[in-house]
């Protein structure tokens, strides 16, 4: 896939990431209903995953995932570099809107710097 439309599918699903993060807040995380559903019956599923996924913002497992990414994607050569950079943009968006900004900040800065260095052989 050419350079351009790799950063096309990028930005569009970059995108798609923070609509579903901030749906996922907001409905499910934030939502009046589900909390008087999930005190009442906490065997749903959509409350294990609330359950779930309050556990992984609590101790930032999103966000630590993504500033993995993002360091390794920052220090490979090459294509693996850029490749290990997606995941961590990707994973760094959604802690972003989860309440773990503070990590996910620089682990998103990271992904899109090494998103946008020009490759070794155009640097010359």
């Known amino acids: 896939m050419p350079r351009r439309s790799s950063i096309v599918a990028l930005v569009i699903a970059a995108l798609a990431c923070v609509v579903a993060s901030y749906a996922l807040r907001y409905l499910l995380m934030e939502g009046d209903q589900w909390v008087g559903r999930c005190v009442d019956d906490p065997g749903l ?12 913002i609590h101790l930032r497992i999103i966000a630590w995932a993504a500033l993995g990414c993002a ?7 090459g294509v693996w570099g850029w490749r290990l ?13 989860l309440y773990t900004a503070s990590l996910a900040v620089f682990a998103v800065v990271l992904a899109l710097l090494r998103l ?3 490759p070794a052989a155009a640097a010359r």
């Open 45 to 56: 599923l959509a409350c294990q995953v609330r359950g779930t996924l309050g556990w992984m």
């Open 71 to 77: 360091l390794l994607a920052f220090v490979l050569p």
């Open 85 to 97: 950079a997606v995941p961590g943009l990707l994973l760094g968006v959604p802690a972003l809107a």
């Open 116 to 118: 946008v260095r020009a």
